[in-house]
């Protein structure tokens, strides 16, 4: 879907720009502008929705500029943010051979989401009418599963297969809805016991349910980020948590058939960095130093092979040899 | 007999407990933690504490670890002569680690030390599910690439023809993993000419278990 994103002078990415592949892993140090690339896919998708801006008015003197530039069938389409100020975007620009491609790609970037998952939101009950899509907290689980069981059964079947193959203590989901039609979560763990409903189960299930949602979604959108995807979640679940992000980027890999979703998200985790040292294109390093921050590529690095040889991908990320860490006073 | 098993992941430990059954003849008890270590060298580091354990905590009797040799030095029969080691040979490498972890232990439960069985796969595990099915897929092959500097083939190519993709999820590979090496659990012979790494596996794994004399 998003090619490539270029920055300049947005936070403190001043001038550096970032080729996308289907999925991306994000990894840097707090502060480094992992969330600023999240935050500018949030802008563009938020103007994509709005009247095209006056391109003479678009680029400010010395004002933030965001571009994109998209994937075929869409290579002609550039857009490009005006920003007020380094956190404020509000004018778009839009450079495209053909206005009828900017109206496809203005589709699949309405689809566009981004999570921040909290458990705490996602234990609580939801209305029953909010479960749609998923919120960027996850506050709406329970309707989204509610909903799922109701009209989607079979996605619903695949993510209870999927959540009692990750945390076999549970035998399945139950979605009971009130009177006044508020749906609570709770998971079944053998026909004896009743459910533990959701104010009794650990955070990290529902960081688990989250990213299950996300990656079994009967309409998934076209680009999902995600922050902190290894969140609350045991080091040897990381190849599923893995496997669920792939499914969404590569379908075909896992025998689906629908369009790829492009997924963006970001670790702190050495455990799941470790997972990708077969695909190193995959991987994005955020570098900061000082007040300025900028984006490479792992595979770009040209030793990679060489220092892959000393140890595993993770270790060598948290030696400082990628870059990529807090910078020390 | 009573086994433990250190590996990367379930699918390489799903393999290695078929292949190891196939070469007992038997079910033998398995410890039921399955301890793992994320590749190499993370292997060579958790092992010591890995036999500790094993030895003093539990009546393990055989702990086997495999490891992928990737692009180092292949073990060859020069490197198991007396004294012999090859600082870069993952086999020795882990032999070494056996052979130095546990020469002070006091005998514990029953036996003198834990069993030592060690295989390495040349160049990836995935060389030996592919064994029997691509002719040219051998460790001969791979140290006479080695040696003239145009290796056969990679790691990746391996991968891809056993899963078919580039990114198999977990459960697939397992699936893909196990059916090939069922395929071997009845006649282990071929795997055992074809890949020496393997071959020193089941030597280990036919020396009796050190007893207290
Ligand atoms: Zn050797």
């Known amino acids: 879907m998003i090619a490539s994103v270029a920055f300049r002078n947005f936070k403190a990415l001043r001038n550096t720009s970032l080729r996308l592949s289907p999925f991306n892993l994000v990894i840097g140090a707090n502060g480094s502008g992992k969330t600023s690339l999240i935050q500018a896919l949030q802008q563009l998708r938020a103007l994509a929705k709005l009247p095209l801006g006056d391109p003479a008015t678009v680029t400010r003197a010395g004002g933030s500029e965001i571009s994109f530039a998209f994937d075929a069938p869409h290579l002609g389409v550039i857009a490009r943010l005006g920003c007020v100020d380094d956190a404020v975007c509000d004018l778009l620009r839009v450079e495209s051979v053909n206005r009828a491609d900017w109206e496809e790609v203005k589709v699949g970037l309405a689809t566009m989401r981004s999570y921040v998952f909290d458990h705490a939101a996602m234990a609580a009950p939801a209305p029953r009418e909010s479960g749609a899509r998923l919120a960027g907290d996850g506050s709406n689980l329970a309707a989204v599963l509610a909903r799922w069981q109701r009209e989607t059964p079979a996605a619903f079947d695949q993510l209870q297969a999927e959540l009692t193959r990750w945390l076999p203590e549970f035998t399945g989901i139950v979605v009971p809805e009130d009177a006044g039609g508020v749906v609570r979560l709770g998971l079944k763990i053998g026909d004896a016991e009743g459910p533990v409903m959701a104010d009794n189960l650990s955070q990290g299930v529902f960081y688990v349910l989250g990213i299950l949602v996300l990656s079994f979604d009967p309409a998934p959108p076209a680009v999902v980020c995600i922050e902190e995807i290894d969140r609350g979640i045991h080091p040897r679940m990381l190849r599923a948590v893995r496997d669920a992000l792939y499914r969404l980027s590569y379908p075909a890999a896992m025998g689906e058939t629908r369009a790829p979703v492009q997924v963006i998200a970001t670790t702190h985790s050495p455990y799941l960095l470790d997972l990708f040292r077969e695909h190193p294109e995959e991987i994005v390093i955020t570098q900061k130093h000082g007040h300025e921050a900028h984006f490479e590529r792992l595979a770009d690095r040209a030793d990679l092979a060489e220092l892959l040889r000393e140890g595993s991908l993770g270790d060598i990320w948290f030696s400082g040899i990628l870059g990529g860490v807090p910078e020390e006073s | ?213």
């Not at chain 2, 990367?8 to 799903?14: G, T």
């Not at chain 2, 290796?151 to 198999?168: C, D, G, H, Q, S």
């Not at chain 2, 893909?176 to 000419?193: F, M, T």
């Open chain 2, 1 to 213: 007999m009573k086994i433990a098993f250190l590996s990367e992941s379930p699918a390489d430990e799903a393999v290695l407990r078929v292949l190891v059954e196939g070469a007992l003849k038997e079910q033998p008890t398995v410890a039921s933690a399955g301890y793992r270590a994320r590749g190499w060298p993370n292997v060579l580091q958790v092992l010591p504490a890995v036999i500790r354990h094993l030895h003093f905590n539990t009546d393990v009797d055989t702990l086997v670890v495999t490891g992928d040799s990737d692009d180092s030095p292949v073990h060859t029969a020069a490197h198991d002569a007396p004294q012999y080691y090859h600082p870069h040979c993952r086999m020795c490498q882990l032999r070494a680690v056996f052979r130095q972890t546990s020469k002070r232990f006091p005998a514990a439960h029953g036996r003198l030390r834990v069993r030592r069985v060690v295989g390495v796969a040349v160049p990836a595990l995935e060389a030996w599910l592919l064994c029997g099915v691509e002719d040219s897929v051998n460790e001969a092959a791979w140290t006479e690439g080695q040696a003239r500097g145009i290796l056969p083939y990679t790691r990746a190519e391996l991968k891809l023809k056993v899963y078919r993709t580039e990114r198999p999820s977990l459960p697939y590979e397992i699936a893909c993993a196990v059916r090939e090496a069922e395929r071997h659990r009845r006649d282990l012979r071929r795997l055992e000419y074809d890949f020496p790494g393997f071959a020193a596996l089941l030597r280990d794994l036919q020396e009796p278990i050190p007893e207290i004399s």
